[in-house]
């Protein structure tokens, strides 16, 4: 069973750097895209990026110049890092695995940790 | 970027009813198109990819189909558990995902 699992502060302040762990379990990271999602209280999904585990990345344009994905293949784990962040990004963070085939399916998803971006 | 537009964004159906959702692209992505679901305070779970798959454990009453720039999801007879949040997304250029389509009870 794939697992995932989001971890890092649920509180970061304004023009700080919001950083989170996901922790992936039954699959290893050398193998598919894994991403990073997000969604607003009461709002949609918005795609901040994903990282192959060969280190190739690709990222929202809206967000480019803010975002750093990685991979630990030891940990069997890859993160995000966004900086400057401000209100706007208060939202539930979910990691998810893309399959690495056709249309690249999100099929396996984190529970979400929630991050406010507050003073 | 490629836009996508979900209509309607909001649905009242009842339990056995056939409802469908519309996807819209603002240009063509083939078949790069990924369909989930969202209950409250749980992560979106996919149901469809590549426009009409129908993703392993997802009941049979669930059908995507389209290609291009139009796209739909069909539930054939809504189930209580059918009442949530659909998104449509493209995978064709990068990511985007569709604002929603809520699906509540009449």
């Known amino acids: 069973q794939v697992r995932l699992l989001e971890s890092g502060p649920g509180l970061v302040k304004p023009s700080e750097t919001l950083s989170l762990t996901c922790s992936v379990s039954g699959a290893s990271v050398s193998s598919y895209y894994w991403s990073w999602i997000r969604q607003p209280p009461g709002k949609g999904l918005e795609w901040i990026g994903y990282?192959?585990?060969?280190?190739?990345?690709n990222y929202n344009p809206s967000l480019k110049s803010r975002v750093t994905i990685s991979v630990d293949t030891s940990k069997n784990q890859f993160s995000l890092k966004l900086s400057s962040v401000t209100a706007a990004d208060t939202a539930m963070y979910y990691c998810a695995r893309a399959s690495s085939y056709g249309t690249k399916p999100f099929d396996y998803w984190g529970q979400g940790t929630l991050v406010t971006v507050s003073s | 970027d490629i836009q996508m537009t979900q209509s309607p964004s909001s649905l009242s159906a009842s339990v056995g009813d056939r409802v469908t959702i519309t996807c819209r692209a603002s240009?063509?992505?083939?078949?790069?198109l990924n369909w989930y679901q969202q209950n409250p305070g749980a992560a979106p779970k996919l149901l469809i990819y590549a426009a009409s798959t129908l993703q392993s454990g997802v009941p049979s009453r669930f059908s995507g189909s389209g290609s291009g720039t139009d796209f739909t999801l069909t539930i054939s007879s809504l189930q209580p558990e059918d009442f949530a949040t659909y998104y449509c997304?493209?995978?064709?250029?990068?990511?985007?995902f569709g604002q929603g389509t809520r699906l509540e009870i009449k």
């Open positions: 990282i192959y585990y060969s280190g190739s990345t």
């Open positions: 997304q493209q995978s064709y250029s990068t990511v985007t």
């Open positions: 240009q063509s992505i083939n078949s790069y």
